[in-house]
Every structure is written in C-alpha cells, then in structure tokens.
C-alpha cells in the first residue's frame, strides 16, 4: 500500500483527534484543519471519514505484527533463552505500545461507538496478532522447546488475552497498579508468568 505525503500528512492529523475526541466528535473539518490541507484534499485520498480510521488501523497493525513476528524462532535454544527471547518481544512490544499510544487507544477504545467496517477492521487487528503468537508457538514447539500438549492456537489465545488485558490497563488505567511500571518490568512479569504460572518461578526452585 503506497502512502504519499498528504496520506501521510492526514492520518498523522487525525490519529490523535480520534484517539482524544472520539470517532463521533472528530470531524473531517477538524482533521484538514490540523494538517493545514483543504477539505477537498481529504477526499482525494479518502472516501470517508470511516475509511482513514480503517487505514490507521490497518498502518498500526502492520507494525503491531512487525514487532511480534521478530520473535519467531529461527533455532533451538534452551529454558533461559526463550525467557531471554520473550523478555526482549514483551518489551518491544511494550515500548511499541507507549510510543505508539493512540493507536493503541484507536484499537482498544474506538470499535465501541463505530460502524461495522471499523469494528471488523479491529476485530481483525486482534486476531491477526493472536495468529501471529501462535506462529511463534507453533515453531518453538516443532524445534521441541515447548511441549505439544495443548494446540499453539489455545496457547495463543491465552497468552494475546494477558498481553492485551494488562496493554490496556497499563496504558488506559491511571488508578492501576500497573501504570507506573516500565515496559522492562512489564516484560519480565508477563514472561515469568507465560513460563512458570503463579509461582513466578521454574517448579524445579520451589
């Protein structure tokens, strides 16, 4: 998908409008107006306002998947460097999200006041991520470094809905425990708790 300058120019304009205002309250002419543009150069480049949402949406989730699939597996390795491994995804992941926060707030917040473009569009978003783990679950598995006895997709699945679940009361929940930590120590407790459950620790120590 080629992006020109003004493409680029008005999706940078309406990323935070709608991640501040809402999809309702932010208007076309709210948009051009901050990108110094006129109107008619909106519609140039995009049909609606629907249709640019669904272009951030779709820019985010490139680099979404950019970053998650950089911890596919290329060799076997032992306990402590998948630990090692997931830490670094976790963290680029985390870091990701806090430089990238409305996108993050378009994803988490928008699908509930939209149309049914937009809200597929998210819905997509999340499960093309869950796919994406469950690759890289499904490799580490076939090199024997993690066991087969569930299905990589239930795996997924139950590691996207931690991931995500403390992503948005990290970034969305000033009340949280969770906000004051750093991308670096959300890491470390995410992968402690993928590998080794409550305890935090391999059952070997305890």
Known sequence: ?????????????????????????????????????????????????????????????????????????????????????????????????KTNCDYMQLLFKTGQDTDKQIRTQIKGTFVAIEAAFASNIARAQELHMLSTRYASQTLAAMLSSLVFGMLERWLFRPESDL??????????????????GLQGLPLSQS
């Open 1 to 97: 998908m080629i992006i020109t300058d003004n493409n680029r120019l008005l999706m940078d304009a309406a990323l935070p409008l709608f991640a501040q205002n809402g999809f309702h309250k932010t208007k076309v002419s709210d948009i051009v107006k901050k990108a110094g543009v006129a109107q008619g150069t909106f519609y140039w480049h995009f049909k609606n306002k629907e249709a640019i949402v669904v272009r951030l949406l779709e820019d985010g989730e490139r680099n979404l998947l950019d970053v998650i699939h950089s911890g596919y597996r290329k060799q076997v390795g032992s306990l402590t460097d998948m630990v090692a491994s997931s830490e670094q995804l976790m963290f680029s992941l985390f870091t990701y999200a």
């Open 179 to 196: 906000s004051e930590m750093t991308p670096n120590e959300l890491a470390k407790v995410i992968v402690s708790f993928e590998f080794f």
